[in-house]
């Protein structure tokens, strides 16, 4: 069944023209869901998506693709609740099987002071739109039945917050759903196509240098990932996004019976299980910036004594495989979007490790601000003048962020 529906995927590439409205660096699902909602949305078409690789070839393809909302400030929870509804409908909406799978996400407490920090979670989350509720134990172990709620008599779970909309979608199916979207419409995709330099004129971004020439274009959006600061600096654009490398592995088969999602923000770890069984393990992101995409024996080490704490079952089971992807990690842990401060050059970033689950929301949104010229209410909060303001949205909403 997979084969046959991946064999219906129509990706067409194209040699880049000379010229474009908007020019859109990086093929990952944050450009490539621009390019899709610029078509689909605003009947703008004349658009050119540049991937040095192959599309979804960097953190589209390297993140443990889950979907949610309960975050930790009103403006995230508004945005990321947001990006839910649009992930449910998606399939839908593209004709494609996403293979998108609603789990439930169990966020644990291990201390008083966690427990209290889920219910003001759950509470939040529920009055900004986010169906969130506290769970104690008994609760927890109805959830999940495979979890040792002892901890192993080290890290005894108190009780956590339950997001039930949680969700996971196959990551290479979204990003070739929003291709093909985007492509059907007339939207140029073009891999192995490296932007090496932004050009200007008197002020403003006017196109992109590449090997194969010069493009020019009305507007520039960077949706480079961690590679941002390398991109923006060819223009002298500083930004406060430090890159940090993110490792992740999965397992061999475990029987499909694992439902949920579930995160200790204590442990610094997250599990879920893949459509084909895999159980998939992420945690922090490592401390040393970098732009390596090593991945390391320490981290497989060091992440699954921590997750077999909790889960035991894990300790029958044998690492499959390992990948890192880069992160552009934000000061407040927040992402970065809208206008750079320079005409004609715009900026998603700073999605840390969660810009799978925004994908839909962050092409929509920064869709409708180049074609419309107007900022969304929905992102405004988000902007990267928000630092000189001293208007900061401080949310380590995530596990993978310490």
Not at 33 to 52: D, K, P
Not at 305 to 326: D, F, I, N, S
Not at 335 to 364: C, H, M, Q, R, V
């Amino acid at each position: 069944m997979n084969e046959f529906v991946e064999r219906l995927v129509s990706l067409r590439w194209a040699e880049p023209k000379k010229s474009y409205d908007v020019v859109i660096v990086g093929g990952g699902g944050h450009g490539l869901a621009t390019a899709y909602y610029l078509a689909t949305r605003h009947g703008i078409t004349n658009v050119a998506v540049l991937e040095r690789g192959y599309i979804g070839s960097g953190n589209s393809g390297r993140n443990t693709t889950v979907i949610r909302a309960n975050y930790g400030i009103p403006e995230a929870v508004r945005f990321y609740q947001h990006s839910v509804e649009l992930y449910q409908g998606l399939e839908q909406e593209t004709g494609r099987g996403l293979m998108h799978e609603r789990k439930g996400l169990l966020w644990l407490a291990h201390s008083e002071m966690g427990a209290r920090a889920e219910r003001a979670r759950a509470e939040l989350n529920t009055a900004f739109g986010a169906d969130t509720v506290y769970v104690e134990r008994d609760d927890i172990l109805r959830i999940c039945p495979q979890l040792d709620l002892d901890g192993g008599g080290v890290w005894p779970v108190r009780g956590g917050s339950y997001h039930p909309a949680a969700a996971t979608a196959r990551h290479d199916r979204v990003v070739w759903a929003f291709a093909e979207g985007a492509m059907a419409r007339g939207v140029d995709v073009a891999q192995r196509t490296e932007v090496t330099g932004l050009k200007t004129d008197r002020g403003r971004v006017v196109g992109v240098d590449t090997p194969q020439g010069p493009i020019h274009a009305g507007h520039v959006l960077s949706a480079v990932g961690g590679h941002v600061t390398s991109l923006v600096s060819k223009v002298g654009l500083r930004l406060p996004i430090r890159t940090h490398p993110l490792q992740a592995f999965v397992t061999n088969h475990y029987q499909r019976q694992f439902h949920p999602i579930v995160a200790s923000a204590d442990l610094l770890f997250y599990a879920s299980q893949t459509a084909r069984g895999e159980m998939l393990i992420g945690a922090e992101i490592d401390r040393q910036p970098s732009y390596s995409y090593r991945a390391g024996h320490p981290f497989i080490q060091h992440c699954a004594h921590r997750a077999m704490t909790l889960l035991p079952l894990l300790g029958k089971l044998k690492v499959l495989r390992q990948w890192t992807g880069v992160c552009d990690m934000s000061p407040d842990y927040s992402p970065i979007l809208g206008e750079s401060g320079i005409d004609g050059l715009y900026l998603t970033t700073g999605w840390g490790t969660w810009g799978f689950k925004a994908i839909p929301a962050g092409g929509e949104q920064m869709a409708r601000l180049i074609a419309e010229g107007e900022t969304p209410e929905l992102i405004a909060p988000f902007s990267l003048d928000r630092f000189a303001r001293d208007r900061t949205l401080a949310d380590r909403g995530s596990s993978g962020t310490h």
